[in-house]
């Protein structure tokens, strides 16, 4: 077998993204043929080389997909030094997954957890941009100036944002709740944008990817993708 890059067999092996990966490997946690590989580039035969993260061997996986309805206080890595309640640990499955994006600790909603690194880069690819949609609960009333705003785009740091759908869904003088689709996956992206036109948001949940819903799936619930799902996802991010 033609011999590929580390990271995308671990990546492919459901250990993490691609990016993290890499990180696992300068961090010295992995191991071929019982040696510390800690530098890239690094090239293995994932056939006849035994490849070990943190002293667990590393073997080709089935591909696995799910949609977890993620709870406030629960985080979207695999590894965590402080102890915290990860997204992987809701999910039980006997392959090692990952979470496709991030929700920030304090957000709830749907994730995408999978051992599939090549759908995973597909769907946080900026050339796609894969609707999701968020239900925002803010503090004060939001005017017509600030959703027109949001709509056109406002400037973060890594430039102006892209396409938004914005609905009122309530408002009052205390508190509004609002739906926002973007199509971006910048850090913290809809907090950040609130905050630009003047909004402190007081819940976040995202409720949809693509055409993938919370429907039917409890908090801290998750449920297997369907294979037309899976297959809806891929054919939304081929070129």
Not at 155 to 183: F, P
Request: charged letters at 30%.
């Amino acid at each position: 077998m033609v011999e590929q890059r580390l990271q995308k067999v671990l990546a492919g092996a459901g250990v993490d993204s691609r990016r993290k990966c890499e990180e696992l490997i300068l961090d010295g946690v992995v191991r071929v043929n019982r040696k510390v590989v800690d530098t890239l580039p690094a090239f293995v035969d994932p056939e006849k080389d035994i490849i070990t993260v943190d002293g667990r061997r590393i073997r080709a996986a089935a591909k696995v997909y799910f949609l977890l309805n993620k709870p406030k206080g629960v985080i979207c890595t695999n590894r965590d030094p402080q102890g915290r309640t990860k997204a992987i640990d809701l999910v039980r499955t006997a392959e090692r997954v990952f979470c496709i994006g991030r929700l920030d600790v304090d957000t709830t909603g749907v994730i995408i957890l999978t051992n599939d690194s090549e759908l995973a880069n597909r769907l946080t690819h900026p050339r796609y941009g894969l609707a999701k949609t968020y239900v925002v609960k803010v503090k004060g009333q939001i005017g017509g100036d600030a959703a027109e705003k949001l709509k056109k785009g406002v400037w973060l740091a890594e430039g102006k944002t892209g396409r938004t759908s914005v609905k009122i869904l309530k408002r009052n003088y205390k508190e509004s709740l609002i739906e926002i689709t973007i199509r971006q996956g910048l850090n913290r992206q809809v907090r950040r944008m609130l905050l630009k036109v003047g909004l402190r948001v007081k819940s976040l949940k995202r409720t949809q990817i693509g055409k993938l819903t919370a429907r039917g799936i409890g908090v801290g619930k998750f449920r297997p993708l369907s294979k037309a799902e899976v297959a809806w996802l891929k054919k939304a991010t081929t070129a």
